[in-house]
């Protein structure tokens, strides 16, 4: 896999941590999570939805009508590791919404089609 995100040191270590049973370090959580979100706004371009993985970051994504105040209509919030797990392809959309890992709302909120990033 040669994507940009496996080249970060960052993701690499949650990845390891994850694999291993263990609590991924903060800062290399933290990296890793902004690294995937700039990522994912960079491979969906646009202002349509979005995603918060608080409390790391939030970017905006997807073609569609821009957001530009109060609530956005089309939101994705997770947790850090779910995040993780979501962009890098370790774990479905469907399920992550299934057992709700992910929370969406709107009607431009399934971003499935972008993972993993």
């Given at each position: 896999?040669?994507?940009?995100?496996?080249?970060?040191?960052?993701?690499?270590?949650v990845l390891a941590a994850i694999?291993?049973?263990?609590?991924?370090?903060?800062?290399?959580?933290?990296?890793?999570?902004?690294?995937?979100?700039?990522?994912?706004?960079?491979?969906?371009?646009?202002?349509?939805?979005?995603?918060?993985?608080?409390?790391?970051?939030?970017?905006?994504?997807?073609?569609?009508?821009?957001?530009?105040?109060?609530?956005?209509?089309?939101?994705?919030?997770?947790?850090?590791?779910?995040?993780?797990?979501?962009?890098?392809?370790?774990?479905?959309?469907?399920?992550a919404t299934a057992d709700g890992?992910?929370?969406?709302?709107?009607?431009?909120?399934?971003?499935?089609?972008?993972?993993?990033?």
């Amino acid at each position: 896999m040669s994507s940009p995100h496996f080249k970060s040191a960052a993701v690499a270590a949650v990845l390891a941590a994850i694999e291993a049973g263990r609590p991924p370090e903060k800062a290399a959580l933290r990296d890793a999570v902004r690294a995937l979100l700039s990522e994912l706004s960079r491979s969906a371009p646009g202002r349509s939805v979005e995603v918060r993985v608080p409390p790391y970051g939030a970017v905006q994504c997807g073609a569609g009508p821009r957001h530009t105040r109060g609530t956005p209509p089309n939101v994705v919030e997770t947790d850090p590791v779910t995040w993780v797990c979501l962009a890098t392809g370790r774990l479905a959309w469907v399920d992550a919404t299934a057992d709700g890992r992910v929370r969406v709302s709107g009607s431009r909120a399934d971003i499935s089609g972008y993972f993993p990033v």
